[in-house]
């Protein structure tokens, strides 16, 4: 009975210490999922439209107040978080998987692609229909006159 004590308690231990925590399966989701990378271009996407706009002209101290303003450790934390607390650990386990196959790295390559495109998309639908939308709003004030 002691032997098998014991190799159930060697057994328990020995499992316990290859399984893996969520805040492991987080870290290594988001490393799949680059998540440091998209984080990083849409700090330098809202940085150049902001320098645009208000004609930056000291580069250095502006992204200096860029880091204060959107740190990506924050951004990234953010994201962990929200998987965290909206995933259960075999979902992670199934997008980690996931996200090492072939598939996956290829929808994380077309997925910038695809939402940009789907932006162009949908401007086009909007200006193309924009008299329907002027109408109903023009139809609606004046029930209200």
């Known amino acids: 009975m002691q032997k ?9 231990v020995s499992f ?9 399966r987080l870290n290594k989701l988001v490393i799949l999922m680059n998540v440091e990378k998209q984080v990083r271009e849409n700090i330098d996407a809202i940085t150049a439209t902001f320098k645009s706009q208000a004609r930056i002209k000291d580069d250095a101290a502006f992204a200096r107040l860029m880091d204060k303003v959107l740190p990506a450790e924050s ?3 953010f994201i962990k ?7 259960s650990d075999d979902e992670l386990d199934d ?10 790295q290829r929808l994380l390559d077309v997925t910038p692609q695809m ?17 329907l ?7 609606e004030q004046a029930k209200g006159k």
């Open 81 to 87: 978080s929200f998987y965290g607390k909206n995933m």
């Open 133 to 139: 939308v002027q109408e109903y709003a023009r139809n």
């Open 75 to 77: 951004l990234i934390g």
């Open 95 to 104: 997008l980690i998987a996931f996200y090492q196959t072939k598939g996956g």
């Open 115 to 131: 939402s940009s495109s789907l932006l162009v998309f949908t401007q086009k639908l909007v200006q193309e229909n924009i008299a």
């Open 4 to 12: 098998f004590f014991i190799a159930f308690l060697f057994a328990s």
């Open 16 to 24: 316990s210490a290859f399984a893996i925590t969520k805040e492991e």
